[in-house]
């Protein structure tokens, strides 16, 4: 399984762009990136996952490098609710197994008022 | 419905107890997880259920049970737990097999075992 590494934690101040980066240098070609969202004592909520394109969706933009060793979460506009520890996750495409979802330690992002 | 439904959502039972926790699901997806969380880590994998069959088991103590009865309904038993054993159990579900595709998380049971 390829492994991730984010920073331990990141403010962000209320009404701009938070950008959370994700390392995963040891992906393989056929591996998506996942983000995932925990808000306290909650549920992971699913927020975005791509392959190699920028991918962009209502909650938020990804953005994946062309070597794919690296890719930025942003959430264009922060507000207090996404306050939250947010977690990337490198996962294998294909049809020949199941496949897990192995959570890293993740990033704990503040939004300051 | 886009909804994975896990009861109770707050379980307490001694260490000679016999538990289960129920996750559902109605999304017709055909895998199902069990994840364990301590405070303040991450959601570590425990089983992973393909087609209604056990295809990963990430080496989980046999205290620790899992059943899927049917497409739409994931069981975990627990019997003499230890203290350490609390924490929040996470279930979540989504398409197997396909790499474009997310799972989809329930709000967990937070176990207490006393």
């Known amino acids: 399984d390829a492994k991730t590494t984010q920073p331990t934690s990141m403010d962000c101040a209320e009404g701009r762009a938070a950008n959370l980066p994700c390392n995963h240098s040891t992906i393989s070609g056929n591996e998506y990136v996942y983000w995932y969202r925990q808000i306290h004592s909650q549920g992971p909520q699913y927020i975005i996952h791509?392959?190699?394109n920028n991918e962009t969706n209502e909650m938020a933009s990804l953005i994946i490098t062309e070597d794919r060793k690296s890719s930025t979460l942003i959430l264009p506009h922060a507000t207090l609710r996404d306050t939250a520890v947010y977690y990337c996750?490198?996962?294998?495409?294909?049809?020949?197994?199941?496949?897990?979802?192995?959570f890293g330690t993740g990033t704990r992002l503040k939004v300051l008022a | 419905d886009t909804e994975v439904t896990q009861t109770p959502k707050h379980l307490v039972m001694g260490m000679t107890n016999k538990k289960s926790l129920k996750c559902e699901q109605h999304m017709g997806h055909r895998a199902m997880y069990w994840y364990k969380q301590k405070a303040k880590k991450p959601p570590e994998l425990m089983f992973v259920?393909?087609?209604?069959?056990?295809?990963i088991n990430e080496s989980v103590p046999s205290r620790f049970s899992p059943e899927c009865p049917n497409s739409s309904l994931l069981n975990l038993h627990l019997h003499a737990l230890q203290p350490e054993d609390s924490a929040l159990y996470l279930c979540?579900?989504?398409?197997?097999?396909?790499?474009?595709?997310?799972?989809?998380f329930g709000q967990g049971t937070r176990l207490t075992v006393v």
């Open positions: 979540a579900s989504s398409t197997p097999n396909t790499g474009s595709t997310e799972a989809f």
């Open positions: 791509g392959l190699k």
């Open positions: 259920y393909s087609y209604e069959k056990l295809s």
């Open positions: 996750i490198v996962r294998p495409g294909g049809t020949s197994g199941t496949y897990k979802y192995i």
